[in-house]
């Protein structure tokens, strides 16, 4: 068993909208994630890992299908609960793993829009959304028991509801870690 923490940049292109009043799409910052997980190794190669994430992007801008557009404010703030497999490649070169990941799971989104053009309304809401990931990187073997990782991920999740907004999520992380082998061997 492993514990793990993560921190990273969550970047989001344009996400498409709908609205009763119109659709287009919205614009969001580049944002920070935090993650904790806890690991178990099953085989040398394969892991399964049960992780808590944060991320919170600002949005930034707003454009309407009919070209009518601006800034708008407030944020997406959204919590993952994932169950992820990991694939550890045997490739070994100086103390470095690659390793593939895929992720299935729940997120909770809890977001707002204010001062959105072309009359549509302000609002804020929180949804609960089916959420998925596939990703990439390297372990770094710092010592027996001691790893940073880097690595990439895809995330997304079905349609998420702003009051009478529903926005994609689709978003792309770059993520630091460090891994730390819990004194416990389950399979003895």
Do not use: C
């Not at 399964?48 to 299908?65: A, F, K, Q, V």
């Not at 997406?76 to 490739?91: E, G, P, Q, R, S």
């Amino acid at each position: 068993m492993y514990l793990a923490g993560y921190m990273g940049l969550n970047t989001m292109s344009a996400q498409d909208f709908s609205n009763p009043a119109g659709s287009g799409s919205i614009d969001f910052k580049n944002g920070t994630s935090f993650a904790g997980a806890l690991g178990l190794r099953l085989t040398p190669n394969i892991r399964l890992e049960g992780e808590i994430s944060y991320t919170r992007n600002d949005l930034s801008s707003m454009t309407l299908s009919t070209g009518a557009g601006g800034s708008v404010g407030k944020n997406l703030k959204t919590w993952l609960y994932m169950a992820h497999a990991y694939y550890d490649f045997d490739v070994n070169w100086r103390n470095l793993t690659p390793f593939v990941s895929a992720g299935l799971g729940m997120a909770m989104h809890d977001g707002a829009v204010s001062g959105a053009p072309g009359g549509l309304t302000d609002a804020s809401d929180t949804s609960y959304e089916l959420a998925y990931s596939v990703g990439t990187g390297l372990k770094y073997q710092m010592k027996p028991g001691l790893a940073l990782t880097g690595g990439y991920r895809y995330v997304g999740t079905t349609s998420l509801g702003i009051g009478n907004y529903e926005v994609d999520y689709n978003a792309h992380e770059f993520r630091a870690g460090l891994q730390y082998d819990l004194p416990v061997d389950m399979f003895k």
